[in-house]
C-alpha cells in the first residue's frame, strides 16, 4: 500500500480492539508508533467520574451504519462507556426497531443500503411513537450544505466522520444528558 498523505490521524480500530500503533483517515492508513495512553487515561477519568454516574440506568443507542468497521468502532466506544446499543446497517429495520425499541438516542449513516439515512430520519419524526428520539447524524457526507440537509430532513444534530473521539462522546453525552 502507498503512503498517502496524512490529513487527519485517527486511532484504527479493527474489530478485535483498538490498535494504538497505528492512525487512520478516510484515505488510507499509516504506521507511526504511535500511543494513546492519554485518551485511555482521559477516558477512564471521565468513566469513573461523572460519564459513569450518568450511565448507571443504561442508555440506549440505536446505531444505523452500513460500513461494518464503523458500526463496530461506534459500537465498541459507546459500549466501553456504559450504553446499551442496537444496530442495523438497514433503514427499513432501523424504523422497526426505533419503534420497539425506544432508543434514546440514535446514530444515523447518510448513505444507506435500502434507504438514504435522510428518508429514515422523515419518517422517524413523522411517527407520534418515534419523534422524540433524538437524532445525530453521523455521515462521511461533509460538503457545504449537507449538515442543513440533514438538519432539514430531522436530524437533531451532525458528526462528519472520520468522528474525532472526545468531540464524538461529549455530543452523544450532551444528547443524553438530562
Not at 442508555?59 to 452500513?66: A, G, P, T, Y
Not at 440533514?150 to 443524553?176: N, W
Amino acid at each position: 500500500m502507498a503512503l498517502l498523505p496524512l490529513i487527519r490521524l485517527f486511532p484504527l480500530y479493527a474489530g478485535d480492539g483498538w490498535l494504538p500503533s497505528y492512525l487512520v483517515s478516510d484515505i488510507g492508513i499509516v504506521h507511526l508508533h504511535f500511543q494513546l495512553p492519554e485518551f485511555l487515561r482521559s477516558s477512564r477519568r471521565q468513566k469513573n467520574g461523572a460519564a459513569e454516574e450518568a450511565n448507571r440506568v443504561l442508555k440506549r443507542i440505536l446505531i444505523v451504519e452500513d460500513n461494518e468497521l464503523h458500526l463496530r468502532l461506534l459500537n465498541d466506544l459507546l459500549k466501553v462507556h456504559g450504553y446499551e446499543i442496537l444496530k442495523t446497517e438497514y433503514g427499513q429495520e432501523a424504523v422497526k426497531l426505533a419503534r420497539d425499541n425506544s432508543p434514546d438516542l440514535i446514530l444515523m449513516d447518510i448513505k444507506l443500503p435500502d434507504l438514504s439515512g435522510l428518508e429514515v430520519t422523515r419518517l422517524l419524526k413523522q411517527d407520534d411513537q418515534t419523534k422524540c428520539i433524538p437524532i445525530i447524524a453521523v455521515t462521511a457526507f461533509a460538503m457545504r450544505g449537507d449538515e442543513g440537509k440533514a438538519l432539514e430532513s430531522g436530524c437533531d444534530g451532525y458528526i462528519s466522520k472520520p468522528i474525532m473521539i472526545p468531540s464524538f462522546l461529549h455530543t452523544v453525552q450532551r444528547f443524553l444528558s438530562p
